[in-house]
């Protein structure tokens, strides 16, 4: 049995403001296997956005196994946020997959 899917402290805020801005989010958590956080749909665009906790130190965000898997073997844009800043900068355009 798949335990509860944990997520970062910050990702109610990352959605919350990908949501006053108009963008549609749906939580990915659930699915698990290294899957995404969110999928944020905005003027038209998808966007996969995974979810890391900027307040923590470095070694804290890097992407687990199961991630690192998944991020390698999709065949479209997978972005890492650390703040709803950055997230709001991607779904915008105006910041490019780090």
Do not use: F
């Amino acid at each position: 049995m798949r335990r509860a899917a944990r997520t970062d402290a910050n990702q109610a805020d990352i959605v919350d403001a990908l949501r006053a801005i108009g963008a549609s989010v749906e939580i990915l958590a659930a699915v698990g296997r290294g899957c995404p956080d969110l999928l944020v749909g905005y003027r038209g665009c998808n966007v996969l956005l995974e979810v890391k906790d900027g307040q923590k130190r470095p070694s804290k965000r890097k992407l687990t196994g199961d991630q690192e898997i998944w991020h390698r073997g999709w065949q479209g844009r997978v972005i890492v946020v650390k703040s709803a800043d950055e997230a709001l900068a991607v779904v915008q355009g105006t910041r490019e997959a780090a």
